[in-house]
T-cell receptor, first 114, second 114 residues
Framework: AQSVTQLDSQVPVFEEAPVELRCNYS??????LFWYVQYPNQGLQLLLK??????LVESINGFEAEFNKSQTSFHLRKPSVHISDTAEYFC????????????FGQGTELSVKP | DTAVSQTPKYLVTQMGNDKSIKCEQN?????MYWYKQDSKKFLKIMFS???????INETVPNRFSPKSPDKAHLNLHINSLELGDSAVYFC?????????????FGEGSRLTVL
């Protein structure tokens, strides 16, 4: 079975500072990794995903994540955050033998302050 | 037009009552899901349907009964509501029950059981 651990429940940062949201997973099979973002009172939206190929994946709004198989990590980074990035971020994992089931981490609340 | 829409958005009810949440997607997807988000924002899959067929049925009390009349609709009926059922219920859909499909989430239905 797969599992996901997000190491920080809350990450407060100042605007224009860099940020890293940590995600570690465990699995006995090959996995596919996702970051979803949830803005207040909204549903989740896919931010980026790793399926195969290049281990560095990017989103259209400046976030990136790197799949590190040896460290079983998929940390999310942004070099300079904006107030509008304030949201809950969820790391998720799925695998070939799970019938499409996404396993989510506990979420990390990113709070960007001016 | 909203891609995945859920009704109602808010639901306040007494213990012991029966309630339903409806979900519709207009994306043409063949797979739909119900996720439960608890007060700590932890997301857990409950059910998934692929072309009206039940694919995933997690360990959920049988008071919860999903129903998919067609591939664009997935409803959730809950009998004999309990305090612990209070949560936000998210409907989602994807192109395929395979693991590489991006999930599109509705805005959630917040259920409060008094």
């Amino acid at each position: 079975a797969q599992s996901v651990t997000q190491l920080d429940s809350q990450v407060p940062v100042f605007e224009e500072a860099p940020v890293e949201l940590r995600c570690n997973y465990s699995s006995s099979v090959s996995v596919y990794l996702f970051w979803y973002v949830q803005y207040p009172n909204q549903g989740l939206q896919l931010l980026l995903k790793y399926l195969s190929g290049s281990t560095l994946v990017e989103s259209i709004n400046g976030f990136e994540a790197e799949f590190n198989k040896s460290q079983t990590s998929f940390h999310l980074r942004k070099p300079s955050v904006h107030i509008s990035d304030t949201a809950e971020y969820f790391c998720a994992v799925s695998a070939d033998n799970q019938g499409g089931k996404l396993i989510f981490g506990q979420g990390t609340e990113l709070s960007v302050k001016p | 037009d909203t891609a995945v829409s859920q009704t109602p958005k808010y639901l306040v009810t007494q213990m012991g009552n029966d309630k339903s949440i409806k979900c519709e997607q207009n994306l043409g997807h063949d797979t739909m899901y119900w996720y439960k988000q608890d007060s700590k924002k932890f997301l857990k899959i409950m059910f998934s349907y692929n072309n009206k067929e039940l694919i995933i049925n997690e360990t959920v009390p049988n008071r919860f009964s999903p129903k998919s009349p067609d591939k664009a609709h997935l409803n959730l009926h809950i009998n004999s509501l309990e305090l612990g059922d209070s949560a936000v219920y998210f409907c989602a859909s994807s192109w395929t029950s395979g693991i590489t499909g991006e999930l599109f989430f509705g805005e959630g239905s917040r259920l409060t059981v008094l």
